[in-house]
């Protein structure tokens, strides 16, 4: 199976190189190159111009875009030999000697870059809309950067940004000692994002770094046997490696749950999903990028395959694993009273059954990283959310020490759950060790989609009752989810889901259960928030029929249901402060009545669209499921005066770079300006956990607030100042009250690490475990919200329009609210896709052509608001947001299409085939 010909094509024009010159950022370039090359290849590889990012070698994505003639065109569509003496402008030309350009400050100051892997193409497309109309319209911003996707911002800090360019900048936000939380910093890691120096997983490989490609199975289920393997390898003399599952040194098996790891980094035997790994080709880049791995020697005997949990539970079906039987890999369960009693006493009851499908992560940069072995350690610069997790899985694979490993994030191009797990690192591990020179790869995105993991497919049926006043009085909920063939974070889904399928609300009678399904698909994993989004999606869509089935308000009928302080959840887990949903729901009811009747108005005159306002909550815990999940935060202070935190949570985008040193700065009492910033390193930050379930402001940041104050309290005691006194530190003097300390004078004193003094501090969040009915304390604190949409959809067509998002989130407090904003507007456009548009088909939608996810003219404007009711222990009182925000949007706007039409979409994505045939009463499974 082929899956980078992308590499392909480049090796085979370089074969047939001849002399171009391009007029590169101003400077004439003269280079070899072939001129069917990608133009977005050589300015990589020839011109050192790796600001120009490839995220699908397609022209589907955009990132690749660069400026010919002062034309946006996607660089990896247009062959080189056209370009010669053009003038080629890539986001390296944006700066002017050294200092970013104005549109990029406008991009730093609005918070338009998250990830940054989009932004160079953003970058170049705005820059070509703005010479040409230097104050554009939002439909003109809309229109110029139709070509190019971003995952990760929603696009509306892009937009605000590129028409900011126009009016007077505004300057950055500056924070004195002591006020950095709650304000609105620009990024700290911003600038290199925006001058397209962030070396992502496919940037900065040492020179002559090695090439892996992997040999993948062609069918989702097959056993496999290799062929002459050694004549193969002598028919290639270049190949410098050919490695099996006979060549891993520790174990052949890796996973996220320890305890349940059962990959293989290469399948031994057998093939349990569609690209699955049996082997993989090592070799100079040129080589084996030309190599047509069609004709390795490997024969397949394919089997049938269970593609849908119904399949895989069906008496008789084939166990995808010995030992899992009824392919059953976990079942998670929550029950409290007695539901069903509950339930015949109803004054109404509604209930439904659900499906979602596939969701792909989408990020725009696939994975890519290289590995070098540096003596008898190996080390690893690749895209992941969790370096430390990585380091022990690989040690493991290895078989070396954990500490023989070292894992070194590169940038990380977008990851939302799908870079928790170990992607490409073996490969590269195993080729760099076996070969003894750097080995990297870069998954295409054909490669990307087909083998790294996806939101869970899900199958609910769920019943809600309640009085007649309109209080729950029960609530039962079954879900199956599909998690492909291997367990990944299927465990996770299958705990969490019973938790958190109630949604924000008190039910006192309650049996939830939710089970993860082995089936021949690609893995499902961990997708922003675990499985709670598909369960949002039954249980607030049935509570506007059970609120409509009392004559309730759907608002109301939220709000008085809604927890609150001392109220137990469903795993009788009740708080003393920090439950903001019920702020929430009233923070949206202005705009609920005003949007209400505008649609109202707008109905009435009778035409093809019709305006629908809808509204969901949501809740989510923080953090791992009643489960360890603590994070350690150092910061030293050194006898150059420096100071330096060390910290170790991955930034996928999200701010947690900028957050964590806000929260440190305040708690230690200096400036965000004096810290210098020692990103995630296995060898050199201690263990932050990972990037996942909302937990970096949560519990990295409190680890940041403890180290922070830690320190202070070490430098006031020697500097004999009282705990109020203002700390300064300048020219490596320290000074407090009267006290005074230079640095520069201890150096004697510095401590192993190179510190005069230091604090290294970790938080893990209380939790109970949760006994057998699933009851007791899962997180140390929530975080809740509430959305509102507003749609028009088009009656004949069946097409929908979001036109706004409102939403709504208690954080507890604001540590950076542009950040906030970010990730709201980000996770809603997610939301947007999972309700209307996407659905990853295996074998069918394996590229950004057919997987559609929103672009920028697909998101509304989103009107966040944001609500502080303080976590007894979160950092300043912060919760989590990342997972949070993509919860309620889709339920929200399945509401606002059955307020505006009457239908219920209850197999989603709700296209417009699925809307047209639910209007004209042709599909099954709809309601009313
Ligand atoms: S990399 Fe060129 S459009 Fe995606
Ligand atoms: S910031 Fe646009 S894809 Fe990440």
């Given at each position: 199976m082929r899956g980078d010909g992308g590499v392909a094509l480049h090796a085979r024009g370089r074969a047939a190189a001849r002399r171009l010159r391009v007029r590169l950022n101003g400077t004439w370039r003269g280079i070899d190159a072939a001129p069917s090359a990608r133009l977005s290849e050589v300015l990589r590889e020839d011109l050192d111009a790796e600001g120009v990012k490839v995220g699908c070698d397609a022209g589907d994505c955009g990132a690749c875009t660069v400026l010919v003639d002062d034309l946006p065109v996607c660089a990896c569509m247009v062959?080189?030999?056209?370009?010669?003496?053009?003038?080629?402008?890539?986001?390296?030309?944006?700066?002017?000697?050294?200092?970013?350009?104005?549109?990029?400050?406008?991009?730093?100051?609005?918070?338009?870059?998250?990830?940054?892997?989009?932004?160079?193409?953003?970058?170049?497309?705005?820059?070509?809309?703005?010479?040409?109309?230097?104050?554009?319209?939002?439909?003109?911003?809309?229109?110029?950067?139709?070509?190019?996707?971003?995952?990760?911002?929603?696009?509306?800090?892009?937009?605000?940004?590129?028409?900011?360019?126009?009016?007077?900048?505004?300057?950055?936000?500056?924070?004195?000692?002591?006020?950095?939380?709650?304000?609105?910093?620009?990024?700290?890691?911003?600038?290199?994002?925006?001058?397209?120096?962030?070396?992502?997983?496919?940037?900065?490989?040492?020179?002559?770094?090695?090439?892996?490609?992997?040999?993948?199975?062609?069918?989702?289920?097959?056993?496999?046997?290799?062929?002459?393997?050694?004549?193969?390898?002598?028919?290639?003399?270049?190949?410098?490696?050919?490695?099996?599952?006979?060549?891993?040194?520790?174990?052949?098996?890796?996973?996220?749950?320890?305890?349940?790891?059962?990959?293989?980094?290469?399948?031994?035997?057998?093939?349990?999903?569609?690209?699955?790994?049996?082997?993989?080709?090592?070799?100079?880049?040129?080589?084996?990028?030309?190599?047509?791995?069609?004709?390795?020697?490997?024969?397949?005997?394919?089997?049938?395959?269970?593609?849908?949990?119904?399949?895989?539970?069906?008496?008789?079906?084939?166990?995808?694993?010995?030992?899992?039987?009824?392919?059953?890999?976990?079942?998670?369960?929550?029950?409290?009273?007695?539901?069903?009693?509950?339930?015949?006493?109803?004054?109404?009851?509604?209930?439904?059954?659900?499906?979602?499908?596939?969701?792909?992560?989408?990020?725009?940069?696939?994975?890519?990283?290289?590995?070098?072995?540096?003596?008898?350690?190996?080390?690893?610069?690749?895209?992941?959310?969790?370096?430390?997790?990585?380091?022990?899985?690989?040690?493991?694979?290895?078989?070396?020490?954990?500490?023989?490993?070292?894992?070194?994030?590169?940038?990380?191009?977008?990851?939302?759950?799908?870079?928790?797990?170990?992607?490409?690192?073996?490969?590269?591990?195993?080729?760099?060790?076996?070969?003894?020179?750097?080995?990297?790869?870069?998954?295409?995105?054909?490669?990307?989609?087909?083998?790294?993991?996806?939101?869970?497919?899900?199958?609910?049926?769920?019943?809600?009752?309640?009085?007649?006043?309109?209080?729950?009085?029960?609530?039962?909920?079954?879900?199956?989810?599909?998690?492909?063939?291997?367990?990944?974070?299927?465990?996770?889904?299958?705990?969490?889901?019973?938790?958190?399928?109630?949604?924000?609300?008190?039910?006192?009678a309650y049996d939830a259960r939710a089970a993860a399904i082995h089936t021949h698909c690609p893995p499902s994993g961990a997708f922003r928030g675990f499985g709670v989004p598909q369960a949002a999606i039954a249980q607030e869509t049935l509570f506007d029929a059970l609120a409509d089935a009392l004559g309730l308000d759907r608002l109301d009928f939220r709000i008085r249901n809604a927890l609150g302080v001392g109220m137990p959840t469903v795993t009788g887990q009740s708080f003393a402060q920090g439950v903001g949903i019920g702020a929430c729901f009233e923070a949206l009811r202005p705009h609920w009545e005003r949007l209400r009747a505008e649609a109202a108005v707008f109905n009435a005159a009778g035409r093809t669209l019709r305006r629908g306002v809808g509204v969901a909550g949501m809740w989510y815990g923080c953090g791992n499921t009643s489960l360890p999940n603590p994070s350690t935060i150092r910061v030293g202070l050194g006898a150059d005066g420096t100071l330096t935190l060390h910290q170790g949570a991955t930034d996928i985008g999200q701010g947690s770079n900028t957050v964590i040193t806000q929260i440190c700065a305040d708690a230690l009492g200096l400036p965000v300006a004096a810290f210098r910033l020692v990103g995630p390193d296995t060898d050199l930050t201690p263990d932050a956990g990972k990037t996942s379930a909302s937990r970096q402001t949560f519990v990295s940041g409190a680890a940041a607030e403890r180290a922070g104050r830690a320190l202070r309290e070490t430098l006031l005691r020697r500097l004999n100042a009282g705990p109020e006194a203002r700390l300064t530190l300048e020219d490596g003097v320290l000074r407090a009250g009267e006290g005074r300390l230079d640095l520069r004078e201890m150096g004697a004193e510095a401590n192993a690490f190179g510190y005069v003094f230091m604090a290294e501090e970790t938080f893990d969040p209380p939790t109970t475990p949760l006994d057998e009915n699933g009851q007791g304390e899962p997180y140390a604190a929530y975080g809740w919200g509430a959305h509102l949409a507003v749609i028009e959809v088009d009656t004949e067509l069946g097409t929908v329009k979001v036109r706004k998002l409102v939403a709504a989130h208690d954080v507890g407090r604001a540590i950076n609210p542009t950040l906030l904003e970010g990730q709201i507007e980000g996770g809603s456009a997610q939301g947007l896709g999972l309700a209307l548009m996407e659905e990853y088909l295996p074998g069918r939608t394996e590229n950004l052509h057919d997987y559609l996810i929103p672009t920028i003219g697909d998101v509304p404007e989103v009107e966040s608001i944001l609500i502080e009711d303080p976590d007894a222990h979160g950092p300043f009182g912060a919760k989590g947001i990342g997972e949070q925000v993509l919860i309620p949007t889709a339920p929200a706007i399945l509401n606002a299409l059955r307020d505006a039409t009457g239908i219920a979409i209850r197999d989603l994505p709700a296209t417009p085939d699925r809307i047209h045939a639910a209007l004209r009463g042709l599909s099954p499974r709809t309601a009313s």
């Open positions: 062959p080189a030999g056209r370009m010669e003496g053009c003038r080629v402008e890539t986001v390296e030309g944006l700066a002017r000697d050294g200092r970013i350009g104005r549109l990029q400050a406008a991009f730093l100051r609005a918070g338009a870059a998250q990830c940054g892997i989009c932004t160079p193409g953003m970058l170049m497309a705005a820059e070509a809309l703005l010479r040409r109309d230097p104050s554009p319209d939002r439909a003109s911003v809309e229109e110029a950067l139709a070509g190019v996707l971003c995952r990760c911002t929603g696009y509306s800090k892009i937009v605000e940004a590129v028409q900011a360019v126009a009016a007077q900048p505004r300057a950055p936000v500056q924070a004195d000692a002591g006020a950095a939380v709650g304000a609105r910093l620009d990024r700290l890691d911003g600038v290199p994002k925006l001058r397209g120096e962030e070396r992502f997983g496919a940037d900065g490989w040492p020179a002559g770094t090695l090439l892996v490609r992997a040999v993948r199975s062609p069918h989702p289920h097959a056993r496999f046997a290799f062929g002459d393997i050694a004549a193969w390898r002598a028919a290639h003399p270049e190949i410098r490696a050919v490695l099996t599952a006979a060549d891993i040194p520790g174990r052949n098996l890796n996973g996220v749950i320890p305890n349940l790891a059962d990959q293989p980094v290469f399948a031994e035997d057998v093939a349990r999903f569609r690209g699955e790994a049996v082997a993989a080709v090592v070799g100079p880049r040129e080589i084996v990028g030309a190599l047509d791995l069609d004709d390795f020697p490997v024969s397949w005997e394919p089997r049938d395959p269970l593609l849908d949990v119904v399949a895989a539970r069906a008496a008789g079906a084939p166990a995808v694993h010995p030992g899992r039987p009824g392919n059953l890999l976990i079942e998670g369960r929550v029950t409290r009273g007695d539901p069903d009693t509950a339930l015949a006493g109803a004054a109404a009851i509604v209930e439904g059954d659900f499906s979602t499908g596939f969701i792909e992560h989408a990020y725009i940069e696939p994975e890519a990283g290289f590995a070098r072995r540096v003596g008898d350690r190996i080390e690893v610069h690749a895209c992941t959310q969790a370096p430390h997790m990585d380091r022990d899985d690989l040690a493991a694979i290895m078989g070396l020490a954990p500490e023989d490993v070292r894992i070194v994030p590169t940038g990380i191009g977008g990851g939302f759950g799908s870079k928790l797990d170990l992607s490409l690192q073996p490969f590269i591990a195993l080729a760099a060790w076996v070969t003894g020179e750097p080995a990297g790869m870069v998954y295409t995105r054909p490669e990307s989609m087909m083998t790294t993991t996806k939101r869970h497919p899900s199958r609910i049926h769920a019943r809600i009752g309640a009085d007649a006043e309109g209080r729950l009085v029960g609530m039962t909920f079954e879900g199956q989810f599909n998690t492909g063939a291997y367990a990944s974070w299927g465990p996770t889904v299958a705990n969490r889901v019973p938790v958190h399928a109630s949604g924000p609300y008190g039910v006192p």
